[in-house]
């Protein structure tokens, strides 16, 4: 290994006969899970909820980045926080922590509440007509594939059924936004797809 860039970079990462080493190389880690420190694979649902989490900060910060200010971008600071503290809640399983996130559960209502007050509109397909609703759409989708992962969990560990209702509640809450914030909605999906259709041609 060059003398002009010394590794390891990570503070738990070790140089052992001239090749870098760290903990997860062999396909496990060891993670706090609910409280307790517990050896898991890799692909394990643990660590691939983690994932889904770490994934779900991220759309949902593109978004507040990108539409700060408005809608879309409070929507999204919300969905941000909810998903830090789901993870936090991953870790730890404390009712102290749980109680946090419902606290921010609770305020993705409110801000839905005032955002669909009076809606009245149709339901059907709905299709993202705007950045905004599509930075929306996404946020949505993530929090549907994190509830899913949930789920396989649910025979392991227990307590992933409070993660598996907040995900899910939080999904619904998402979707309503879409369409009371103005996405196109159709009868059927032969007419979403017509509409598709016709505006490319």
Known sequence: MSDNCRLPLFA????????????????????????KRVRVRKDSAPIRLMGCLDELVNVANNARLSFDGNYAGRIASIVMALSMQLNAYLVQGTDDRLGKVKEVEDTLMSEIVSLCRGFRGPLGWVIAVTPELQAIDAMRVKLRECGRIASSMLDDYPQSSNIIGVLNHADKLVAQAIYCLGGRVFRSVDDAVEYLLNGIS
């Open 12 to 35: 738990d990462c070790k140089e052992v006969n001239d090749e870098v080493k760290c903990p997860g190389d062999g396909g496990y880690s060891v993670i706090p899970l609910f409280g």
